[in-house]
T-cell receptor
Framework: RKEVEQDPGPFNVPEGATVAFNCTYSNSASQSFFWYRQDCRKEPKLLMSVYSSGNEDGRFTAQLNRASQYISLLIRDSKLSDSATYLCVVNDYKLSFGAGTTVTVRA | ETGVTQTPRHLVMGMTNKKSLKCEQHLGHNAMYWYKQSAKKPLELMFVYNFKEQTENNSVPSRFSPECPNSSHLFLHLHTLQPEDSALYLC?????????????????FGAGSRLTVL
């Protein structure tokens, strides 16, 4: 089983829609979690950190389910600029990356 | 300059060439990393340095040779690479290693060096 697994997508959604996707992790001792976004041919940039049950930042909400070992990212009122690949990162005393979920928001 | 800067941004080299990638961080961080990113695959950790001492070598072939002269600079020396080594090489830094629950282990990435080996 991979340490961090993500649905690769792509998720194609219209502007204004809500989109959500999950990231599962294998190590139950994982301490903290991060969502990074990576635009095409650019570097990953931190979107959100998750240390407890979840976090919310504007239109973005991350939720952690330790019992089922997954974190989710929900994007409300999608904008064209939200089109990117979203990387899930898990800290179990090392940082393990998922392969990313691609989201495309269309006009 | 601010953040993490990488040079060159693009590099094309033959299998017999020797080249180097350079990374510099202006964030006052103590830990620096090299990652390899290939299409549709997760980032692969290659090397980790903490206070300029190597703390992790993730079974990387010896044709990749890192160098960390100080906490702000990191190099990746390349020698006799293979075509399958073509990828985006990302440098990153963090205030400290991800050894505990802390916001200080958040990574800041450079823009990457896109390497093509012919």
């Amino acid at each position: 089983r991979k340490e961090v697994e993500q649905d690769p997508g792509p998720f194609n959604v219209p502007e204004g829609a809500t989109v959500a996707f999950n990231c599962t992790y294998s190590n139950s001792a994982s301490q903290s979690f991060f969502w990074y976004r990576q635009d095409c041919r650019k570097e990953p940039k931190l979107l959100m950190s998750v240390y407890s049950s979840g976090n919310e930042d504007g239109r973005f909400t991350a939720q952690l389910n330790r019992a089922s070992q997954y974190i989710s990212l929900l994007i409300r009122d999608s904008k064209l600029s939200d089109s990117a690949t979203y990387l899930c990162v898990v800290n179990d005393y090392k940082l393990s990356f998922g392969a990313g979920t691609t989201v495309t928001v269309r006009a | 300059e601010t953040g993490v800067t990488q040079t060159p941004r693009h590099l094309v080299m033959g299998m017999t060439n020797k080249k180097s990638l350079k990374c510099e961080q202006h964030l006052g961080h103590n830990a620096m990393y090299w990652y390899k990113q290939s299409a549709k695959k997760p980032l692969e950790l290659m090397f980790v340095y903490n206070f300029k001492e190597q703390t992790e070598n993730n079974s990387v072939p010896s044709r990749f040779s890192p160098e960390c002269p100080n906490s702000s600079h990191l190099f990746l020396h390349l020698h006799t690479l293979q075509p399958e080594d073509s990828a985006l090489y990302l440098c990153a830094s963090s205030q400290e290693l991800p050894l505990r629950l802390s916001g200080a282990n958040v990574l800041t990435f450079g823009a990457g060096s896109r390497l093509t080996v012919l």
